[in-house]
C-alpha cells in the first residue's frame, strides 16, 4: 500500500462516516415531525421554518448542559459505556457499499470504505458489539431500573442475532458470496422480465425475518423493551445526561441507518435503478462521476424510505410485553428461518442456481 | 511493519488476558475478555484469516460474553465471597489443570515445527473451511456437534423445574 492510497482510504473513511453521521440530526427532526402528524398536533415549528433549525437547538441544548456523573456510579464504565455503544455503530459503517466507483484524477475509487470477502459477517459481528454500551451503562449506573434494562437488552440481542443471522444466511445461498459489494452487483437486471432483479424476490420470507429482527436489534418500538419508559422509568439510561445520552441517541440512529443499508444492500439491489443497467444508464450520461452520483442518491433514497418506515412503525405499534418478544424469535421468527434455509435449498437443487 | 503490529496485538492480547483473571471485579474481567477477543481477532486478521477472525468477533465477543456478563449481573456476584476451599475442590481442579496442560503440550510439540511464517497467508476463506469441515473433518465435526447437543439436553433437564403433583 502506498501513501496515496492509504491517504485515499483515510480521506474516504471520514468523508462517508461524516456523511452519515448527518443522518442524526435528520432523523431527530423527521422522527418528531412525523409523530405530531400521526398524533394530529403540529409538531416543532418554533426553531427556524418548519421548525428545521430544531435539531440544531437540540444539539446545542446538549452540548452546553452540565455532564454530570452520580456519585453512586462506577465512574469508569459509566463514562466509557455511551463510546461503547457508539464505536461499533460508527466502524459497521465501513463495510457497507454505498456506489460502483467514481474516477477522480485519473484513479478509480470504490465507494466504499473497505471491501471485505466477508463484509456481511463483518456488519454482523461489530453490530452485536453494540449491546455493550447498554450493558455496561446500566450496570454501572447502580440503579435497579437501568439494570433491568440492561438484563432485557442482553437476552433480547442474544435472541434477534439468531433470526437475523439466519435471514442472512438464505440470501447467502442465493448469492454464493459474504461480499455485500458482490450480492449488489449480481442484483442488476430484471427477474423474469418484469421485477427488478432484486434478493427480495428470491428470498421474501429471508427478508420478513430480517426487517423483524432488525427492529429488535436496533431496539426500537415495538421492541425498545431496554428503555420502556412506562415501566423502567428510562431503562438503561435513566442516569444518562447531556451529551453522554445523546450519544446513545446518536449510536441508535446510526444503527437504525446500517440496519436499512443493509436491508437495502441485500434485499433491495443497493445502488441500482430498478430495470435499467449501468451500461446503458452510463451510455446516457456518458461519465462514470454522474453514474456515481445517481447510484449514490439511489442508495440514498432507498435507505431513507427504510429509515420512514422504523419511524412509522414506532408511533403505530404499541410495545410487546418481555415474554411476547422472547416468544416471538424463539418460537417464531427461529423456526421459520430455519425452515426458510431448508426450502431455499431445495428450491435451488431443483432449479438449478438460483 | 507486520511484526511491529504483531508483537502490539500479541502484548495487548496477553495483558487483557492477564486481566481477566487478575481483576477483582468480575464485570472488569468480562470486559478484559471481550478485549482479549479482540486481540484474537486482529491477530487472525493480520494472518490473512478474515472469516475466522470475524467469527471469533461474532460468537465469541458478541454472544458468549454477552450471556456471561448477563448471568453475572443476574446474580449479582460483586463482593466475592469468602469461601472455605476445600480439599477435594483442589484436588479436582488441579487435575484440571494439568490435564489441560498436557493436552497443550502435547498439541505444542507437534505443531512447533510448523509454526506459520506472518508471510505466507492462511489458506482459510470460508471457501477452504467448509470444504474442510464438510470432508476431511467431517466425523469430528458431527461428534462435537453432537456432544454440545447432548450437553444442552442434559443442562436442561437438570435446570428443568420439577413438576409438581396436582392433588
Known amino acids: 500500500m502506498t501513501l496515496i492510497d492509504f491517504i485515499i482510504a483515510a480521506l474516504k473513511a471520514i468523508v462517508i462516516l461524516v456523511a452519515v453521521i448527518q443522518v442524526v440530526p435528520v432523523m431527530i427532526y423527521v422522527e418528531r415531525k412525523v409523530a405530531a402528524l400521526i398524533q394530529d398536533r403540529p409538531g416543532p415549528n418554533r426553531v427556524g421554518p418548519f421548525g428545521l433549525l430544531q435539531p ?47 474516477v477522480l484524477f485519473g484513479r478509480e475509487i470504490t465507494i466504499q470504505i473497505a471491501d471485505l470477502d466477508v463484509s456481511l459477517i463483518y456488519v454482523l459481528a461489530i453490530g452485536s458489539l453494540g449491546v455493550y454500551g447498554i450493558l455496561f451503562g446500566g450496570w454501572a449506573s447502580n440503579n435497579k431500573f437501568s439494570l433491568i434494562g440492561s438484563l432485557r437488552s442482553a437476552s433480547q440481542m442474544v435472541s434477534y442475532e439468531l433470526p437475523l443471522g439466519l435471514a442472512a444466511v438464505g440470501a447467502v445461498m442465493v448469492f454464493g458470496t459474504f461480499s455485500l459489494r458482490e450480492m449488489v452487483i449480481q442484483q442488476e437486471g430484471t427477474l423474469l422480465g418484469i421485477l427488478p432483479n432484486w434478493g427480495v424476490f428470491y428470498q421474501p420470507i429471508g427478508f420478513l425475518i430480517f426487517l423483524v429482527a432488525s427492529f429488535a436489534e436496533t431496539n426500537r418500538l415495538p421492541f425498545d423493551l431496554p428503555e420502556s419508559e412506562a415501566e423502567l422509568v428510562a431503562g438503561f439510561h435513566t442516569e444518562y445526561g447531556s451529551m453522554k445520552f445523546a450519544t446513545f441517541f446518536m449510536a441508535e440512529y446510526m444503527n437504525l441507518a446500517t440496519m436499512s443499508g443493509l436491508m437495502t444492500v441485500i434485499y433491495f439491489g443497493g445502488w441500482h435503478l430498478p430495470w435499467v443497467s449501468d451500461a446503458k444508464l452510463l451510455e446516457i450520461l456518458g461519465s462514470q462521476n454522474l453514474l456515481c452520483i445517481i447510484q449514490v442518491a439511489t442508495y440514498i433514497f432507498k435507505v431513507s424510505v427504510f429509515m420512514f418506515l422504523y419511524v412509522l412503525i414506532r408511533w403505530t405499534l404499541p410495545r410487546f410485553r418481555f415474554d411476547q418478544l422472547l416468544t416471538l424469535s424463539w418460537g417464531s421468527l427461529i423456526p421459520i428461518g430455519l425452515i426458510n434455509i431448508v426450502v431455499s435449498a431445495v428450491l435451488m437443487y431443483v432449479l438449478g442456481g438460483k | 511493519m507486520k511484526e511491529a503490529v504483531f508483537t502490539f496485538f500479541s502484548l495487548f492480547t496477553l495483558l487483557t488476558a492477564a486481566g481477566v483473571i487478575l481483576s477483582r471485579n468480575i464485570i472488569y474481567s468480562a470486559f478484559n475478555l471481550v478485549l482479549c477477543f479482540f486481540g484474537l481477532a486482529s491477530l487472525y486478521l493480520l494472518w490473512g484469516a478474515t472469516f475466522l477472525s470475524m467469527i471469533q468477533i461474532l460468537i465469541y465477543a458478541g454472544a458468549i460474553v454477552v450471556l456471561f456478563v448477563f448471568v453475572v449481573m443476574l446474580l449479582n456476584f460483586e463482593k466475592p465471597t469468602e469461601q472455605k476451599t476445600r480439599f477435594s475442590i483442589i484436588v479436582l481442579s488441579s487435575a484440571g489443570v494439568w490435564t489441560l496442560a498436557l493436552i497443550l503440550l502435547r498439541v505444542l510439540s507437534k505443531s512447533l515445527g510448523e509454526i506459520p511464517s506472518l508471510e505466507t497467508p492462511a489458506k482459510a476463506s470460508v471457501r477452504t473451511i467448509s470444504k474442510l469441515l464438510f470432508s476431511q473433518y467431517l466425523w469430528p465435526f458431527e461428534v462435537l456437534t453432537v456432544f454440545l447437543l447432548a450437553l444442552i439436553v442434559g443442562i436442561f433437564v437438570l435446570a428443568r423445574p420439577e413438576k409438581e403433583e396436582t392433588p
Do not use: G, M, Q, W
Not at chain 1, 465512574?75 to 456506489?99: E, Q
Open chain 1, 56 to 102: 440544531v437547538a437540540d444539539a446545542l441544548k446538549f452540548l452546553l448542559k452540565e455532564d454530570p456523573i452520580p456519585h453512586y456510579t462506577n465512574r469508569l464504565l459509566y463514562t466509557l459505556a455511551p463510546f461503547l455503544s457508539l464505536i461499533p455503530a460508527c466502524l459497521v459503517i465501513a463495510a457497507l457499499p454505498i456506489a460502483d466507483k467514481a
